[in-house]
Structures are given as C-alpha cells and as structure tokens.
C-alpha cells in the first residue's frame, strides 16, 4: 500500500489544522494505521493510531484532548484533526499503516509499522 500525507503548514499557537492521509494500491486489506512525528533531531514518536473498524483509538497522552484520529475506508483515507496546536507540537508528521490481525491492540511503536507516507510539515509559531 502507498501512502500520501497532506495537510500541514503554518498555523499560530491555539489554532487548528486537519491532516489526511490517503491510501493507494493494496486498500483491499485491513489496516490499522497510526500518525507519527519527527521534530529536528529528535526521534520519530507516536502520535495517534486507530483500527481498522475506527472502533479502537490510542493517543500520546501529550495529545489527548486536543487531537482526534479518524479514517474512512470508503476512501481509504484517515484523518487527523489537530486543535489547541502548540509550538513543541512543530515537527513533520508521518502517516503510517499495518495489517490489522484483529486485535484489539493498538500499535504504537514505529517498528510494528510496515508502510509509511512521505511525511507532511506542521509548523506552529508561538
């Protein structure tokens, strides 16, 4: 499966920006697909992940509250609606999927992801 990320950008501190993620090729497989972000010199973290049904969500606890994963496998193309965004919130975002087995973990390593988008920039000044 491919995977394009898009959405990011330049927003002040307090604002809100939607990311999306769309799937190409092999969608005829269930995926669990998660986001992930990488600010300069850190390591890539994780950020949100959801199931395959959408049933089972699971967030960075620096994130609750302010961001919502979602997907929509008619168009194969998940979602991530970022609010109350915040400056350390700055970093490229990765999406990033796996076949579900059915599980009802939620993966949320970067080594458990099989597939990844090509990252989109989300800037947020102060």
């Known amino acids: 499966v491919q995977l394009q990320a898009s959405g990011g950008g330049l927003v002040q501190a307090g604002g809100s920006l939607r990311l999306s993620c769309a799937a190409s090729?092999?969608?005829?497989?269930?995926?669990?697909m998660g986001w992930f972000r990488q600010a300069p010199g850190m390591e890539r973290e994780f950020v949100a992940a959801i199931t395959w049904s959408g049933r089972g969500t699971a967030y960075r606890d620096s994130v609750k509250g302010r961001f919502t994963i979602s997907r929509d496998n008619a168009k194969n193309t998940m979602y991530l609606q970022m609010s109350s965004l915040k400056p350390e919130d700055t970093a490229v975002y990765y999406c990033?999927?796996?076949?579900?087995?059915?599980?009802?973990?939620?993966?949320?390593?970067?080594?458990?992801?099989?597939?990844w988008g090509q990252g989109t920039l989300v800037t947020v000044s102060s």
């Open positions: 090729g092999r969608t005829d497989i269930a995926y669990q």
């Open positions: 990033a999927a796996r076949p579900d087995s059915g599980s009802i973990v939620i993966v949320t390593t970067t080594s458990g992801f099989n597939y």
